[in-house]
């Protein structure tokens, strides 16, 4: 059974940040792959940035160089840290978690991330 809480957004100016925090109801939360998707008003939903259990951190490639994602398994809690945010970025944010091939169909409320001037 997996739960999971967004928490974080917001309304930001072009240029800002935000950090996004998702808490993890699951008990191998450790060795999963984890991950920030985002799903915009008429569009698919995309995997924004993902990090296995080991560390290593994939990116969707418009965000590279602006957005981290981090990981705190003592409290089973994921983290996006989103710089110089722009318009295109403005979305609904959600987290996920991989354990085994595919990603979990439990999906949390999302947190809402809006840029504009």
């Known amino acids: 059974q997996v739960q999971l809480v967004e928490s974080g957004g917001g309304l930001v100016h072009p240029g800002g940040s935000l950090r996004l925090s998702c808490v993890v109801s699951?008990?191998?939360?450790?060795?999963?792959?984890v991950g920030w998707f985002r799903q915009a008003p008429g569009k698919q939903r995309e995997l924004v940035a993902s990090?296995?259990?080991?560390?290593?951190?994939n990116y969707l490639e418009s965000v590279k160089g602006r957005f981290t994602i981090s990981r705190d398994n003592a409290k089973k809690t994921v983290y996006l840290q989103m710089n110089n945010l722009k318009p295109e970025d403005t979305a609904i944010y959600h987290c996920?978690?991989?354990?085994?091939?595919?990603?979990?169909?439990?999906w949390g409320q999302g947190t809402q991330v809006t840029v504009s001037s």
């Open positions: 990090m296995i259990s080991g560390r290593h951190a």
């Open positions: 699951f008990t191998h939360f450790s060795v999963t792959t």
């Open positions: 996920n978690l991989k354990y085994g091939s595919t990603w979990s169909s439990s």
